[in-house]
């Protein structure tokens, strides 16, 4: 086995989870980290920066403009 695999498949005593606790300044499991990170991205609300936000202001601009230019969206007619 050469050096490189060896020590890829030595456990790490500080790996990538530990910093991350020791970085949030928490003494938690990983599983209770991530499931906070997913509630906090659930409830952020859809603003003006978000995707959600993005897509609503692109579909009011295309509305806009099908307002504004005769022809505009109508494909096939």
Not at 1 to 22: A, F, I, K, N, Y
Not at 38 to 43: H, I, L, M, T
Request: glycine letters at 12%.
């Amino acid at each position: 086995m050469d050096p490189q695999t060896e020590r890829d498949s030595q456990p790490s005593q500080d790996g990538p989870l530990d910093q991350v606790e020791w970085q949030a300044g928490v003494d938690r499991s990983p599983e209770e980290l991530l499931g906070n990170t997913a509630d906090q991205v659930r409830d952020t609300p859809s603003g003006p920066g978000s995707r959600e936000g993005q897509a609503a202001d692109e579909v009011a601009r295309g509305a806009e403009r099908a307002a504004e230019e005769p022809g505009f969206g109508r494909e096939g007619q």
